[in-house]
């Protein structure tokens, strides 16, 4: 495909070739769809089947997960690429991976991780799955060392969605001080602080997928009753949608929000009773909605670009500013009704007080209390704070259940 030079498709470490016959079917694999291989079989991307998106994994069996949403967000990039003519098999890969260093407990886990490690840098769950995507996961050694999956330059480049340290002022960041090496690697010859197009193609779908299927979830668990948005609810949300995901302020978004849900997508989800019409109409919705903001987008790239396939740094992806406003307030309906709901403050300060927890046992009893992994950083560690990053990054790599298993392990063994 045009667009991606040696020096997009290089790796960061020679790898040996493949043994036991498998060389001939990997020379017919482009290096992009060995990516996307890489990320889907690994053991980070299948433990996100058991790490909260919105609603907590087994509370249910309709709601998303993190790996159902990472699927989602891979399936919407890779559409976009198809028809800006980026590499859809790259999208696709950032799509997977985007979400692969998230804790356990979603933003509320990744808030209580970032509390407890400020002495090594804190913790941010972008910079984390840069960590585990060219450290933690052993798919290739350098050095007797994992160095991660490998993932080509141009691959790595498409899951940074803020490229660049930890600064003042900015809670968002991709990457830690201690991986410096590998982001300078990955960076080399980008603009300073600019994310390619693929990485904005990925950021684009992860916010069309959370805004539309979080508000399918909720309505489906009857969190969220559309019909009773009266004018205080919807008040609630512009301020909501304003003060975390829009540039706009509430009473700008206002008009949008009404026009918003007299659209006949919204409209039919408005008295949802969870029957197989009314899950139909769900589904309908998704879809409409979906294209909605995935046509919007590709529309107005191209507009301002031409119909000429785009790659890399040849341009940046063009949201409209009123589609933008739409994804914002119904993100800000899944805040509101879902995360914010009767309980969920109590919930999420119970986790938040178990990762705490089991970080400073997790710390006393190491190296023993570390999978045997991650034991020779342990070793390696120079300071308190490299080996803290080390606990940290063994908390991180829980799934929901098993922080609550190791927990009760740790602190009630009898």
């Known amino acids: 495909m045009t667009g991606y030079d040696a020096h997009a498709r290089a790796r960061w470490v020679d790898e040996p070739p493949k043994r036991a016959g498998a060389e001939a079917g990997a020379r017919g694999r482009e290096d992009f ?6 990320v889907l079989h ?17 509370e249910d069996d309709f709601p998303r997960t993190r790996l159902t949403h990472s ?6 990039g890779r559409e976009i690429a198809d028809s800006l003519g980026c590499s859809a098999d790259l999208v696709d890969a950032a799509g997977l991976a985007h979400d692969i260093g998230h804790p356990p407990f979603g933003h509320n886990g990744e808030a209580a991780l970032d509390a407890v490690s400020g002495s090594c840098g804190g913790f941010e769950g972008n910079a984390q799955t840069l960590r585990v995507l060219t450290r933690l996961e052993a798919k290739v050694l350098r050095d007797g060392g994992a160095a991660g999956l490998n993932l080509t330059r141009a691959a790595l480049d498409a899951t940074c969605k803020y490229p660049w340290p930890r600064r003042e002022g900015t809670a968002k960041y991709g990457v830690y001080a201690a991986d410096r090496a590998a982001f300078d690697w990955l960076r080399d010859g980008a603009p300073p602080g600019r994310r390619c197009l693929e990485a904005q193609i990925m950021d684009w779908a992860d916010d ?14 009857g969190h969220i009753r559309l019909a009773d948005l009266d004018a205080d609810a919807r008040a609630s949300l512009c301020e909501v949608a304003a003060a975390q995901y829009s540039p706009q302020a509430a009473a700008d978004l206002a008009p949008v929000l009404d026009e918003l849900l007299l659209l006949p997508t919204l409209r039919d989800l408005a008295t949802y ?39 890399r740094y040849d341009a940046d992806l063009i949201v409209p500013d009123r589609v933008a406003a739409e994804c914002a307030l119904l993100k800000a309906v899944a805040v509101l009704f879902v995360m914010r709901r009767p309980g969920t403050p109590d919930l999420q300060a119970g986790q938040r007080r178990l990762l705490t927890e089991l970080v400073e046992a997790l ?19 120079g300071s308190d704070a490299d080996r803290l990053r080390v606990v940290v990054d063994q908390v991180a790599q829980l799934t929901d259940s098993s922080a609550v298993l190791r927990h009760a392990r740790l602190l009630r063994p009898d």
């Open 363 to 381: 710390s006393d009893g190491a190296p023993h209390t570390l999978d045997r992994g991650l034991v020779p950083a342990w070793h390696a560690a």
């Open 273 to 311: 009773d969870s029957s197989y019409a009314a899950q139909a109409a769900a589904k309908r919705a998704t879809s409409e909605l979906t294209g909605r903001f995935v046509g919007a987008a590709v529309t107005a790239t191209q507009e301002a670009y031409g119909v000429a396939p785009l790659s």
């Open 208 to 221: 069309v997928a959370y805004s539309v299927h979080d508000v399918e979830d909720g309505v489906h668990a």
């Open 42 to 58: 690994s053991y980070a991307f299948r433990r996100l089947a058991d790490k909260t998106q919105v609603v907590v994994p087994g």
């Open 71 to 76: 699927l989602e967000v891979a399936q919407i």
């Open 33 to 38: 769809a060995r990516d996307r291989a890489r």
